[in-house]
């Protein structure tokens, strides 16, 4: 047997017990043998989502020294720092596949990696902070909840810790509207203004349809995904519209109705177009969002590099005092 | 041990793979003991510049609704592991020997207790 074939064989040994490990719905973990496609998918697949953590801190940090009392301004605060927590758990899940946070992070500031695209959206009132947590973090949980089981351990982990977190970012968001809509008239306004601009990026949230989401059954049959974006979407819908109903605001969709024969609702397509020129890059924040990190990152180069030069200095002495 | 050394979860070499710039944070993983009685668990991993800010992070990073009572830091390039592969004959010296388990001793039925 030439060595050529050797790798091969070898190759398809490996690969056979990898596709075992996910068909029998166990966990691949970091050391273990990997087809190169199924490590690429999961690296942009963990530092997208940990970019969209990070920077979705942007839209509603805004608003921290804006919040209307202490109680609310406590609340955000520990939001956005969950998000930050967030990105942290997933950039450390990216990190065993071999790739370093900071080049992440560059990738990220250079525009080489993407974020979701509702980030690029404004959030132009105190409304807007308990509709993103209501319809965004509500997108979110959806799309987060079957990733607690996803074949790679790492990920499926950190995943499970967010969930958890999650769940108080979205009732505190509910519980913000609620508070609303029994106050003012121009409250009640705020937040029907406030849903008709989230509803639909919401809906984006969970990706083009199935005909045009090329990835979706290669990352079912590895175990990364474990719905397809429209069944997704679908469950989203069902979720929210009785909590909307509850809240006393429309969804500014004229097409959405029970079908009692499918048990589900029927609503509207979204503007594909405009998610796909706001993940182009052409949203109403893209630029904004990007500069805001990239300032940020550099911004606080001094900070990270007088740490690295302490404790290098503090190692030294603590080798000469031996 | 067919991989002799690493750095646990990072599945990085730690020999190998490109030098670090020195003003980089290495990176550290982290063990949480979530209640008196229980071992420390591994939860994930971070960086800082040393040890100090590394337990100060992971406070702040992995313990922000009391999840634990203690934590460990330790830098994953001290980690030495074995590898995961269940064909590694790391494992192999346990694999005939079923003596050391329980059921691996016949008792009649009617002894009690035991």
Redesign the interface.
């Known amino acids: 047997m030439s060595t050529d074939e050797a790798t091969i064989t070898d190759e398809e040994r490996l690969y056979e017990r990898f596709e075992a490990t996910v068909e029998h719905d166990q966990r691949v973990?970091?050391?273990?043998?990997m087809p190169e496609g199924y490590r690429k998918t999961l690296v942009r697949q963990i530092a997208q989502h940990a970019h969209s953590e990070i920077i979705g801190m942007q839209p509603e940090g805004n608003w921290l020294t804006r919040a209307p009392s202490l109680r609310r301004k406590a609340i955000l605060l520990?939001k956005v720092?969950?998000e930050a927590?967030h990105g942290?758990?997933l950039y450390?899940?990216a990190?065993?596949?071999?790739v370093e946070?900071?080049d992440l992070t560059e990738k990220l500031v250079a525009r080489r990696q993407k974020y979701s695209s509702i980030f690029n959206y404004p959030a132009l009132t105190f409304a807007d902070i308990g509709v993103i947590g209501w319809l965004v973090d509500g997108a979110a949980i959806v799309n987060q909840v079957p990733l607690c089981r996803c074949s790679y351990g790492?990920y499926a982990?950190?995943m499970i810790r967010i969930c958890k977190?999650e769940s108080f970012h979205q009732r505190q968001g509910y519980e913000l509207l609620l508070t609303m809509m029994n106050g003012s008239e121009r409250q009640r306004r705020d937040v029907r203004d406030a849903v008709d601009r989230w509803w639909w990026p919401s809906l984006m949230m969970f990706g083009p349809p199935d005909g045009d989401s090329p990835n979706t059954q290669q990352s079912m049959a590895w175990g990364i995904k474990r719905h397809t974006n429209d069944q997704l979407r679908q469950k989203f819908v069902d979720m929210t519209v009785p909590q909307a109903e509850a809240l006393g605001v429309t969804l500014p969709d004229s097409g959405l109705s029970y079908n009692a024969e499918r048990e589900h609702y029927d609503f509207s397509e979204p503007d594909w177009e405009e998610f796909h020129r706001v993940l182009a890059g052409e949203g109403p924040c893209n630029t904004q969002r990007v500069e805001r990190r990239r300032a940020a990152h550099e911004g606080g180069s001094w900070v990270?590099?007088a740490?690295?030069?302490?404790?290098?200095k503090?190692?030294e002495r603590g080798r000469a005092a031996v | 041990m067919s991989?002799p050394s690493?750095t646990g979860?990072?599945?990085?070499d730690a020999t190998g793979g490109v030098e670090r710039p020195?003003?980089?944070?290495p990176?550290f993983e982290v063990f949480v003991r979530g209640k008196r009685g229980l071992n420390h668990v591994h939860v994930?991993?971070?960086?800082a510049?040393?040890e100090e800010?590394a337990l100060h992070n992971a406070r702040?990073?992995y313990t922000?609704?009391n999840e634990g009572v203690s934590i460990w830091v330790v830098r994953a390039a001290d980690i030495t592991?074995s590898?995961?592969?269940e064909k590694d004959p790391f494992f192999a010296p346990n694999g005939d020997k079923v003596y050391r388990h329980p059921t691996f001793y016949e008792i009649p039925d009617d002894v009690p207790h035991i």
């Open positions: 973990e970091p050391r273990d043998w520990a720092q969950d927590g942290l758990y450390s899940a990190e065993t596949l071999g946070r900071s790492p982990r950190a977190e990270r590099e740490a690295a030069a302490h404790a290098a503090q190692a | 991989t690493g979860e990072t599945g990085r020195s003003t980089a944070w990176l994930g991993s971070l960086h510049a040393d800010m702040n990073l922000r609704r592991a590898s995961p592969d």
